[in-house]
Every structure is written in C-alpha cells, then in structure tokens.
Nanobody, 122 residues
C-alpha cells in the first residue's frame, strides 16, 4: 500500500501560479505511476496529468497543456503539479492518485489522497 498526502492548494488570482505536492509513504515510490485529478463543484472528477514510473513520460488533458507541468522526485517520494496562468475554471479540489499498473483507465487508480482545494479568483 501507499499513503498519499497532498499540499500546496489555496487561493490565487487569475494568471497566478501554484505548485501542488503529493508526498507518498509506503512501498517503493518508483513502483507507481502517479496522476493528478481534479473535481469542481457539481462536476465529475477528471484527470489533469499523469507521469510514468520513471518520470520519462507525461500526459496532460487538453485544457491544461502549456500551463501545467507534472514532475516527480523519486528520491523524495514526491510528485508535483506546477500550475501557471491559472484560470477561474481551474478551481477544484485536486487529488493525487497512484497505481502499480503501467496503464490505468479513467479513475481506476488504486490509491488516492484526501485532496487539496484550489480556488482561482477572477
């Protein structure tokens, strides 16, 4: 098992930046692909970005391409989401997720953090 704890959320003005962190405790961090999801009020949880076990491959949903960057520090057991040029529509609770499989469909990740709220004021 792995325990995930997110941090770094908060209130920011449109156009600003935030960096989210997700610290993992438990089994070998490099055994997990990592992802960030978000859920806005009244909407389904959606994937924002995903990073491979080695950190060599990343995926971004179209709405955040060019603005968000996912990265991982395997020595620190931490995955990050750098969010730049934030928009009001980025307001959501952001969740970190992990899975030992190399491919996960949709929201089928085995492990989830508790979420950290991000509010972007316009």
């Amino acid at each position: 098992q792995v325990q995930l704890v997110e941090s770094g959320g908060g209130l920011v003005q449109a156009g600003g930046s935030l960096r989210l962190s997700c610290a993992a405790a438990g089994r070998t961090f490099t055994s997990y692909i990592m992802a960030w999801f978000r859920q806005a009020p009244g909407k389904e949880r959606e994937i924002v970005a995903r990073i491979s076990k080695s950190g060599g491959s990343m995926y971004y949903t179209d709405s955040v391409k060019g603005r968000f960057t996912i990265s991982r520090d395997n020595a620190k057991n931490t995955v990050y989401l750098q969010m730049n040029s934030l928009k009001a529509e980025d307001t959501a609770v952001y969740y970190c997720a992990a899975d030992q499989r190399s491919v996960v469909v949709g929201r089928g990740y085995a492990y989830w953090g508790q979420g950290t709220p991000v509010t972007v004021s316009s």
